[in-house]
């Protein structure tokens, strides 16, 4: 039976003294600094992908995170639901602010959010802030999320000038309505390959090289690795977050591609 390989990673990188990211596989959450990739395989049906990035320089980033991930795992049916989708988001946003009125320590933390609710019928992704969704198919990389980002803040394709973000989940002490983005796509096919990620890898690591990456190899476990040694290379500034995701390929099978 076909089956999705999803291999996840999570670190604070080189500079920053902590990790304030969450990353989410279903019911199953991950923090903290990992030494290695994990590596999950389950027969197909529903699989939800999530990172949220703590933001750096706002109180408890890592709590903001990891909460809005609590949140959302356990309404995951409705975040497969094109209908209900952005309305989960903006409650989760409502629980971070139901926290920081309960700890004072807690004002002003917040989280971008990425993520990917995976059905045998469609695909349903969502953001708000900067992290990143992107699908490699026939050769080609599209980014479906949204940059949250200042219209002057840099080409998306090159380096950012800016870490400004136009909205976030939390990140202020009063609360402002959300808009969070999403999309409805057909369900990720073999062949497809999927990414979430945060800016701590996406700003170490350009788009072409991320693109050459998923062209050389269709292993999750690989390709994450890869990624993240790219990120470590390049300076590892910022906590570095991926999701890598493939239907229907046995676990380190290989492909031939032209580069």
């Not at 703590?54 to 409705?78: E, I, N, P, W």
């Amino acid at each position: 039976m076909p089956t999705w390989t999803i291999a996840a990673f999570t670190h604070r990188g080189r500079v920053r003294p902590h990790n304030e990211d969450t990353v989410g596989i279903g019911n199953r959450i991950l923090t903290g600094d990992m030494d290695s990739p994990l590596v999950i395989t389950a027969q197909t049906g529903c699989a939800l992908l999530m990172i949220a990035d703590g933001m750096g320089g706002h109180a408890q980033g890592a709590m903001a995170s990891r909460a809005v991930l609590d949140y959302l795992v356990g309404a995951a049916d409705r975040l497969s639901d094109p209908t209900s989708c952005a309305e989960v988001i903006a409650e989760a946003n409502q629980q971070l602010f139901k926290i920081m009125s309960e700890h004072e320590e807690a004002i002003g933390m917040g989280t971008t959010l990425v993520g990917a609710a995976l059905t045998p019928d469609r695909m349903v992704t969502f953001n708000v802030g900067d992290s990143r969704c992107y699908v490699f198919s026939g050769g080609q990389l599209v980014q479906l999320s949204s940059d949250d980002v200042p219209a002057d803040a840099g080409d998306r394709f090159g380096p950012r000038r800016s870490h400004a973000l136009t909205q976030a989940l939390g990140g202020t002490s009063f609360l402002i309505p959300l808009e969070p983005h999403f999309s409805v796509d057909p369900p990720l096919t073999p062949g497809e390959t999927l990414l979430l990620c945060s800016d701590g890898l996406t700003d170490m690591v350009a788009n072409d090289v991320i693109s050459s990456t998923l062209r050389k190899s269709n292993d999750p476990l690989q390709i994450t690795r890869k990624l993240a040694a790219k990120a470590f290379s390049g300076g590892a500034r910022d906590n570095i977050s991926l999701l890598v995701a493939r239907f229907g390929d046995p676990p380190h099978s290989k492909v031939n591609r032209k580069s």
